[in-house]
């Protein structure tokens, strides 16, 4: 069965900083990965997703995620974190065989002024 | 394109009290999902319809929770009866493939 780690509950950041959300997961076949991002009060939205192909997938407002399959990591980046960001990050894992969906607990990200 | 619908909102009941949400997918999508998502923790899934046959309901608890979905489009989950441990928000969600789509999700608070 897979599993899905997100070491950091709460990751508070400066406006216009770096920030990495880190997910690791564990599965015996293979995977796609997603990143979902939830604004308080309001349901799931995907962020961006790795199904095959190129290992680094970009979102349209900035964020960034690579696959990596010899550390089972898809880590999310951003170069600069705006107010806006400030929301929960869940990854999930998606295989096949279970044909579902496997969350980690969330991080949630505050960006403060 | 319209996307999922679910209601209530919110929803407050007292404990023992019985409660049922509703959910409509995104047009086309055959595969709907109910998930329960406890404050602090990601998502779990409840069950899983594909057209209107079950796929899994194996973290269901089937003595007090149930869900169908007739005619293979909109679905109803109900609670009967509650338990304090139930509050949580209950997210419907639906998918053609890989990608699953999620409503705005039901708030419940058993009291």
């Known amino acids: 069965a897979q599993s899905v780690t997100q070491l950091d509950s709460q990751v508070p950041v400066f406006e216009e900083a770096p920030v990495e959300l880190r997910c690791n997961y564990s599965?015996?076949?293979?995977?796609?990965l997603f990143w979902y991002v939830q604004y308080p009060n309001q349901g799931l939205q995907l962020l961006l997703k790795?199904?095959?192909?190129?290992?680094l997938v970009e979102s349209i407002n900035g964020f960034e995620a690579e696959f990596n399959k010899s550390q089972t990591s898809f880590h999310l980046r951003k170069p600069s974190v705006h107010i806006s960001d400030t929301a929960e990050y869940f990854c999930?894992?998606?295989?096949?065989?279970?044909?579902?969906?496997?969350f980690g607990t969330g991080t949630q990200l505050k960006v403060e002024l | 394109e319209a996307g999922v619908a679910q209601s209530p909102r919110y929803k407050i009941i007292e404990k023992r009290q019985s409660v049922a949400f509703w959910c409509n997918p995104i047009s086309g999508h055959a595969t709907l999902y109910w998930y329960q998502q406890i404050l602090g923790q990601g998502p779990k899934l409840l069950i899983q319809f594909q057209n209107n046959g079950v796929v899994d309901d194996s973290q269901l608890p089937k003595d007090r929770f149930s869900a169908e979905r007739l005619k293979g489009v909109d679905s109803t989950l109900k609670i009967q009866p509650a338990k304090l441990e139930d509050s949580a928000v209950y997210l419907c969600?639906?998918?053609?493939?890989?990608?699953?789509?999620f409503g705005p999700g039901t708030r419940l608070t058993v009291t």
């Open positions: 969600a639906s998918s053609l493939a890989y990608e699953q789509y």
């Open positions: 999930a894992v998606f295989t096949g065989g279970g044909n579902k969906l496997t």
């Open positions: 790795y199904l095959s192909g190129s290992t």
């Open positions: 599965s015996s076949v293979s995977v796609y």
